[in-house]
């Protein structure tokens, strides 16, 4: 029997980040900080949140940094024992003591599908989220993460799902825009799926962002998915194929979301950021 517990997270972090070049010439854009925190490390909190605990990311070249973030730095722990400063170090060491990570690579960069498909031997036979660090997703004060609700809808459903926010008419062209029947509470179900549309184009105003939870049988409807758009293996091709054969959901989930692989949303999170999370701490 196919094992249907969603204990599983997936990080696709093989990108290059051009658009923050030179910033990320040396380092992965998802060890980029927001105020004193990576990218990255926001994400897999979430994720710890939502009770996934075993955490994979599909990395490339020059993406070391990530692994070591996520392993312990005796030397560090040791020169601060004492300082005052080992405060700084408990969130990470929670994540590090309460997680399992493994690392595999995308050798070639052919979209967001392929990377989903190099970290199939990491999630195995189980459905899973999947998290595009660069989106990041910031609950209203006291409410749970984006990939919480999900992981409860997922329970509730048994299907892929993907989250979804309502965009400006002129924005549809940047993402992956759904059309879909109302179900209920900002739920829809999935009956067209278009990748960065036209404005003509476009189903409808509902963008999907970086947070999916997947069927493990997405593997095989990615293999089978030819390049699309820009010579890339789109995840909305494989996904639109399970929504005709059975069952998409796409979610409006409740908190914020910025843009942090452009530098306006980058900016815009770093501020919000300060405002109403590191200094209500
Ligand atoms: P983006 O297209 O936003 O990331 O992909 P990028 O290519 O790193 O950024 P720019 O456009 O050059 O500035 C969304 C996410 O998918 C991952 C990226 O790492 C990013 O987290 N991705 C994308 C891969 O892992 N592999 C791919 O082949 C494509």
Request: proline residues 5%.
């Amino acid at each position: 029997m196919v094992d249907k517990t969603i204990n599983k997270c997936l990080f696709p972090v093989a990108g290059y980040g051009t658009r923050f070049l030179p910033a990320t010439k040396a380092m992965p854009k998802e060890m980029l900080p927001i105020v004193n925190k990576p990218l990255v490390q926001y994400g897999v909190e979430e994720a710890h949140e939502a009770g996934l605990h075993t955490v994979g990311f599909v990395t490339g070249r020059g993406k070391r940094a990530i692994a070591d973030h996520f392993d312990i730095s005796y030397e560090l722990e040791h020169q601060i024992d004492g300082s005052g400063k080992e405060h700084l170090l408990e969130s990470i060491r929670t994540l590090i003591n309460e997680n399992d990570f493994a690392f595999t690579r995308q050798n070639h960069m052919m979209g967001l599908g392929h990377a989903i498909l190099s970290g199939r031997n990491l999630m195995g036979d189980n459905p899973f989220a999947v998290v595009l660090a660069d989106d990041l997703c910031v609950p209203e004060p006291g409410d749970e993460g984006v990939l919480a609700q999900m992981v409860k809808l997922y329970k509730q459903f048994r299907c892929s799902i993907v989250a979804i926010q309502e965009v400006p008419e002129d924005e549809v062209h940047k993402y992956g825009v759904i059309a879909g029947e109302p179900m209920k509470d900002g739920l829809y179900r999935v009956t067209d799926m278009v990748e960065k549309p036209s404005k003509e184009d476009a189903p409808s105003n509902l963008a999907i962002i970086g947070r999916y939870i997947l069927t493990p049988d997405i593997f095989e409807k990615i293999e089978a998915t030819e390049p699309g758009k820009n010579g890339e293996v789109q995840i909305t091709d494989a996904l639109l194929k399970q929504a005709n054969e059975g069952c998409v959901l796409a979610y409006k989930f409740r908190g914020k979301r910025f843009d942090c692989g452009s530098i306006d949303g980058f900016v815009e999170a770093t501020n919000y950021v300060y405002e109403h999370v590191f200094k209500q701490d």
